[in-house]
């Protein structure tokens, strides 16, 4: 079955640098690959949306990369400020199906 | 704000009870759907309505049901609830049939704890 993989471990930055979040998949042939932020005792929110057959997406401050060789998705937020701290979540879809989301990995930004 | 509301916010009961969660879509949104979070399982789709129907299920235990009425709000009903069943739920909403590259928006959520 597929299996979606994102750090469970919190990645820990200082304000200003950037912070690179991995989303790994196996089984699985997405067709996009969609990342939400979720903060504590709230519901996600979407931020950025790729698709199988672009490599780069861009959106202000952050920058999401599809490798489907690698079978990777790299999410990048560059300049990192302390309100950027939350969850990030991958979820990955096809076709008509309901994406299935990976369990996110925790930011911390440093001031 | 997503526009997406939830109700209530918190919800506390006992093992073998029955609960109804209700959730009204974002204004125009036709999908709505349903997801547990846990801390071991992560987001989990439960099931999708659309205008009225049921369009897709998930991971739903039969314990569990769900409907969506004609003014497009929908409940998810749960029923002889155990501790395993502790955990928040959120509705979301899109606005076409199919969720595929659809963005959801998420409502708030309700953390149901069952002692």
């Known amino acids: 079955s597929q299996k979606i993989e994102q750090n469970s471990e919190a990645l820990n930055i200082q304000e200003g640098k950037t912070a690179t979040l991995t989303c790994n998949y196996t089984n699985y042939s997405p067709a996009y690959l969609q990342w939400y932020r979720q903060d504590p005792g709230r519901g996600p929110v979407f931020l950025l949306l790729i698709r199988e057959n672009e490599k780069e997406k861009r959106k202000e401050r952050l920058k999401v990369t599809f490798d489907t060789t690698l079978k990777q998705s790299l999410f990048h937020i560059t300049a990192s400020q302390p309100a950027d701290s939350a969850t990030y979540l991958c979820a990955l879809g096809r076709g008509s199906y309901i994406p299935t989301f990976g369990r996110g990995t925790s930011l911390i930004v440093h001031p | 704000d997503s526009g997406v509301t939830q109700t209530p916010k918190h919800l506390i009961t006992a093992t073998g009870q029955r609960v109804t969660l209700r959730c009204s879509p974002r204004s125009g949104d036709l999908s709505v759907y349903w997801y547990q979070q846990s801390l071991d399982q992560g987001l989990q789709f439960l099931i999708q309505y659309y205008n009225g129907e049921e369009r897709a299920k998930g991971n739903i235990l039969e314990r569990f049901s769900a409907q969506q009425f004609p003014d497009l709000h929908s409940e998810l009903n749960l029923s002889s609830l155990e501790l395993g069943d502790s955990a928040l739920y959120f509705c979301?909403?899109?606005?076409?049939?199919?969720?595929?590259?659809?963005?959801?928006?998420f409502g708030p959520g309700t953390r149901l704890t069952v002692l």
């Open positions: 979301a909403s899109s606005g076409r049939l199919a969720a595929s590259t659809d963005t959801q928006y």
